[in-house]
């Protein structure tokens, strides 16, 4: 099997270590099995997602030393091809139109379930037909009903240093954990970021997905939804999180972080890359 793999960051701001260890780590395994490695914005979010950041993501890698093959894939230019894989799950009645506010699944929540710490959605919408989906409605996926269609017993592997082995989707724990999740926004022509992102691992033949392991939780849902959509299911290689002095997540958003940071101050892509590839003492 060609081994493929992927960075896809979201162009919402400007790239930090956390980012850096896992474009490099991506990029290191492409070469070292003699694979590509593709560079996928995951630019779905109209508002936030802006050509500046995308500039700064590309000078950052391109500073980084690193190269990937291809043209730069986004997913903006694609959301028509994401909505038309909805259309069998259509089809097959799988969804259905919700016009749940986050207020409305906090209430219903609140008294059954109380301290209950997840907000999987009740169900308040489901078995409305999608003939009554009105403009503002989100489209929810009736996992009972599409867990009735994949094979019992569905697997994925993970070969990442936290969650190694074979994991299999187990319906009762799916139900628990997943829910009826939106896989299309209100009124718009937006899927889901954990659909798109599944979609486009199958549709780039990515054979490795090589992410951060705060993203391990998507994982059994991009695993049934590529199920239903009769597509490939991908390696997935979930690293650590890189972490700052005091144990903290690198968050995008901490801007005294960035990678452009380090650079003004003078750090080289070596110290970078032993800076994230060196385990805290
Ligand atoms: N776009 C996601 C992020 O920036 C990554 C998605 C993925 O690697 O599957 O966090």
Redesign the pocket.
């Known amino acids: 099997m060609a081994f493929v793999t992927r960075f896809?960051?979201?162009p919402t701001g400007p790239l930090h270590l956390g980012h850096a260890y896992s474009a490099i780590l991506a990029h290191d395994m492409a070469r070292a099995a003699g694979g590509r490695f593709l560079l996928r914005m995951?630019d779905t979010d109209l508002d936030r997602c802006l050509p500046v950041h995308e500039a700064g993501i590309v000078d950052d890698l391109t500073w980084l030393g690193l190269t990937w093959d291809g043209p730069i894939h986004r997913q903006s230019t694609r959301l028509a091809a994401y909505n038309a894989r909805l259309e069998p799950l259509v089809q097959r009645g799988l969804l259905y139109p919700c016009s749940c506010t986050r207020s409305d699944i906090r209430a219903a929540l609140a008294a059954p379930q109380e301290g209950v710490p997840h907000t999987v959605y009740p169900g308040t919408c489901r078995g409305r037909p999608m003939a009554s989906r009105q403009p503002s409605d989100a489209l929810r996926l009736d996992l009972a009903a599409a867990l009735d269609l994949i094979p019992e017993g569905l697997e994925f592997l993970e070969t990442g240093p936290a969650f190694a082995g074979v994991h299999r989707i187990v319906r009762a724990s799916a139900l628990e954990s997943i829910g009826d999740v939106v896989l299309s926004r209100k009124g718009e022509d937006i899927v889901a970021?954990f659909l798109a992102?599944a979609i486009d691992d199958a549709d780039q033949a990515i054979s490795h997905?090589i992410?951060?392991e705060d993203?391990f939780a998507f994982t059994p849902i991009q695993v049934i939804l590529l199920n239903l959509l009769e597509l490939p299911v991908p390696i997935y290689h979930h690293h650590l999180l890189i972490r700052d002095d005091a144990g903290r997540r690198l968050a995008k958003r901490d801007d005294a972080r960035s990678l452009s940071r380090y650079r003004a101050e003078g750090w080289t892509p070596d110290d970078i890359r032993r800076r994230v590839f060196t385990p805290p003492a």
Do not use: I
Request: aromatic fraction near 10%.
């Open positions: 896809a960051p979201s995951e970021y992102s997905v992410r951060g993203l």
